[in-house]
């Protein structure tokens, strides 16, 4: 049986990908597996309040719950999504990662992600 951690570590593996934390809606880390000079706890404490503005603005625009948020740098490319009520998924990517398969394997794996946390 897979655990949260062969998750969080499958993903980091993935080329490109600099970054994988999950994280409770407290913003207190779950697990991670970051690259060297990352700290998922700064990026974890981040992450709710970015979420809460996406989900109000869902609600707002009668869009209903955030499933999944992308937020585009010059040098990164993050990646939130909601796995559960209490727990999000945060994947840091660089623009040269193949992001489009992630999101399909994200949306595609959602329901067995979340059976995880």
């Known amino acids: 049986m897979h655990t ?3 998750l969080v570590a499958a993903l980091r593996q ?3 990908v600099d970054a994988t ?5 407290d913003g207190l880390v779950i697990d991670s597996h970051v690259a060297a000079g990352a ?8 992450a709710p309040a970015i979420v809460t503005a996406a989900e109000e603005f869902g609600e707002r625009a009668s ?4 499933t999944t948020a992308i937020l585009e740098y010059p040098e990164t490319i993050a990646v939130i999504s909601a796995l559960t009520p209490d727990a999000l998924l945060l994947v840091l990517a660089r623009p040269s990662a193949n992001v489009g398969a992630l999101l399909y394997e994200l949306r595609r794996h959602r329901e067995q992600i979340a059976a995880l946390v």
């Open 4 to 6: 949260i951690r062969d």
């Open 39 to 46: 700290d998922a706890d700064s990026l974890a404490a981040l």
């Open 14 to 16: 993935r080329e490109g």
């Open 63 to 66: 869009h209903g719950a955030l």
């Open 21 to 25: 934390v999950v994280l409770g809606r």
